[in-house]
């Protein structure tokens, strides 16, 4: 089998014995790869950082034909990302993305606009992240795999909104202009109703993690994945601690 040289993020990595390990990684060219690495745990490892979870990193990899495994040759690491590391909450949510590439990747559809997408947050979530990234991300993704959200036209008259939409429809994604809405009432409360309005023209909102919640049920429902994301869970405990502090701030 021929040598093959790729850029991979690596999504995911754990033990199979007691010198070496198994690592996930998402590439561009290749979609998700399964890399055994022999002796890998041992500190003189050749490798270095580069099959780090969630490093960047550049490797020349073969194939061994039969196994599901790819075998590294060599590897660089491109970027560690090292502010991401220090903060709980870009990690959850580098987490989030990672199991979701783990779990979700489509196969046999090019993947390198999913590849920058995910090498974008990355690099933003190393310095200093919007609060909207998570779900502008996941809005993002949607468009990437074939089930966009349109936030910026009625779905009824196909008019641009000129003011915030009436109305969200859940299941496809869409917005109902006030001229066009019947009802009384709408599903969901103005506030978020206005901040998809934002979201639409790029502007801060005001409850991010409302819009990531929706986007990733709108995903979910689309993929038909049922049980919940243990990044997901995760990352709602780190935001809990960040509001509630254990320890007092000043000492
Ligand atoms: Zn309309």
Redesign the pocket.
């Known amino acids: 089998m021929p040598l093959q040289k790729t850029r991979v993020i690596i999504l995911h990595r754990f033990p199979y014995s007691d010198s070496s390990f198994i690592v996930k990684a998402f590439s561009a060219d290749f979609g998700i790869l399964s890399f055994l690495l022999k002796g890998g745990k041992r500190k003189e490892s050749p490798f270095k950082g580069a099959f780090d979870p969630m490093a960047y990193s550049e490797v020349v990899f073969q194939s061994s034909g039969k196994s599901e495994f790819v075998f590294a040759r060599e590897a660089s690491l491109l970027e560690w990302f090292p502010a991401l590391r220090e903060n709980l909450e870009a990690q959850a949510v580098a987490q989030v993305m990672a199991e979701l590439f783990l779990r979700y990747t489509p196969h046999g559809i090019s993947l390198s606009k999913e590849f920058e997408l995910l090498l974008n947050a990355f690099t933003e979530l190393n310095q200093e992240p919007a609060p909207e990234l998570l779900s502008r991300w996941l809005f993002d993704l949607c468009a990437h795999w074939g089930f966009s959200l349109n936030l910026s036209r ?6 641009p909104f000129v003011q915030g939409p009436a109305e969200f429809l859940p299941d496809s994604g869409e917005c ?2 006030v ?3 019947t009802h009384h009432e709408s599903l969901f409360e103005e506030d978020f109703l206005s901040d998809l309005w934002r979201f639409s023209k790029n502007e801060p909102v005001g409850s991010p993690e409302q819009l990531e919640k929706t986007f990733l049920s709108y995903l979910r429902n689309h993929l038909g994945i049922k049980r919940n994301l243990n990044s997901v869970l995760w990352l709602d405990q780190i935001r809990k601690l960040k509001e509630k502090p254990c320890f007092p701030s000043a000492i």
């Open positions: 009625c779905s009824r008259c196909n008019q109902v202009c001229s066009c809405f």
